[in-house]
């Protein structure tokens, strides 16, 4: 990732975790952040191979980007002295790589951070890019940092253990990848190759996001076109999230909307179906209207959205907030759907 002074490398082979002592200085102190649910043996894998780790498990789920958890990082870091030269390295999904990224960009003021991310969201999307953050008040990343790694170390061989739903929801930030930038990528979802083709995937989706962010690190232009499907996705997640829809699940259905063509949707929508993630959704088209005008990506009563009209090619666009509400009531009636 070419970000100036904050430049990194992303490194992404199999067997990257056994090696993680070559690759990261480990030799200090660690604090090594993973939640419940992540197979324990890869955080103690790591731990393994620093000089002091600092070992905390928060809960698994979207609770643990709370004060509360970024509180429990800090303390732990405290308790244990930790000085501006040691580090943070998380080692889970999205969820652990925004909580510790955050609380390492917050310990005095920053200190190193490294991320292994181990669900295919993460390995696509979320461990690239710098964003950290905490929820809070019932509104999402509303509190958080942009914070690069020194490097983040993607480990194919990890995704072995995530369930079939959750590998999904995460291919489907590869899915918009290849939708707003990268047709090839889409296709291999297209022909069902995605998983025998896995480390391809990965590649194509981090490249992907790695030109975007490095034109616009701090998302004041380009960089939102990572956002095609997130706009209502969000909408949907804030109001039906809890409800048992993934966020992957959530920026699927949010994609249908937003494809300029009945022919493109069509495509999308196939592809989505291939991979088990949903193509139909009964919604309240107010509830969800206003949860995206809490989205702060909303601006006074208009709203930036993106937009696919050929497959590989994302167009920006700011829609009056009326024009959003009427699309989602008309996408209310029909249940999304293709
Ligand atoms: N920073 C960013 O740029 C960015 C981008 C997109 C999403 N996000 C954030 O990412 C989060 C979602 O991330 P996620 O989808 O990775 O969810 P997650 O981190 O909650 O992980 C999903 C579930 O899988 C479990 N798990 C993780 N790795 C596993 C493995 N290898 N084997 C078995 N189980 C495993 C976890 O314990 C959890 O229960 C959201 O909070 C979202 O806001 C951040």
Redesign the pocket.
């Known amino acids: 990732m070419a970000l100036g002074a904050d430049s990194y490398d992303i490194l992404l082979q199999r067997g990257l975790l056994a090696k993680a002592g070559t690759l990261l200085n480990l030799g200090r102190k660690v604090l090594v952040v993973t939640?419940?649910?992540?197979?324990a043996q890869?955080a103690a894998q790591l731990a393994a191979q620093c000089a002091q780790p600092v070992l905390v498990t928060v809960q698994?789920?979207?609770g643990a980007?709370s004060f509360d958890g970024l509180q429990t990082l800090l303390g732990a870091m405290l308790d244990a002295g930790f000085h501006r030269g040691d580090c943070v390295v998380a080692v889970?999904?999205?969820?652990?790589?925004?909580l510790a990224?955050f609380a390492a960009a917050t310990y005095m003021r920053g200190i190193d951070f490294y991320n292994i991310?181990?669900?295919?969201?993460?390995q696509v999307?979320?461990s690239i890019?710098g964003?950290?953050?905490i929820n809070f008040n019932g509104v999402?990343?509303i509190v958080g940092t942009f914070y690069q790694p020194p490097r983040v170390l993607v480990d194919p061989d990890?995704?072995?253990?995530?369930?079939p739903r959750?590998l999904a929801?995460?291919f489907a930030?590869a899915i918009k990848a290849g939708m707003i930038a990268d047709e090839a990528l889409l296709a291999l979802f297209e022909t069902g190759a995605a998983e025998a083709r896995l480390e391809e995937v990965l590649l194509r989706a981090l490249r992907v996001k790695k030109d975007v962010v490095e034109q616009d690190e701090k998302e004041a232009g380009l960089r939102r076109i990572l956002n095609f499907g997130h706009t209502l996705g969000h909408g949907i997640e804030s109001v039906y999230g809890l409800g048992g829809l993934?966020?992957?699940e959530c920026v699927a259905l949010g994609m249908l909307p937003m494809c300029k063509t009945p022919a493109l949707r069509q495509r999308l929508s196939s592809v989505l179906a291939r991979y088990h993630l949903p193509t139909h959704a009964a919604f309240d088209p107010d509830l969800v209207f206003a949860a995206v005008c809490h989205d702060k990506k909303g601006a006074g009563n208009k709203t930036a959205i993106v937009e696919v009209e050929t497959a590989g090619h994302a167009l920006m666009r700011t829609v009056e907030n009326e024009a959003l509400r009427q699309l989602l009531v008309r996408e209310a009636k029909e249940g999304i759907g293709a």
Do not use: F
């Open positions: 939640d419940s649910g992540v197979p890869y698994q789920g979207e980007k889970g999904g999205g969820v652990v790589g925004d990224g991310p181990t669900t295919s969201l993460s999307d979320s890019g964003k950290t953050a999402k990343n990890l995704l072995a253990t995530l369930p959750q929801a995460g930030e993934l966020h992957g």
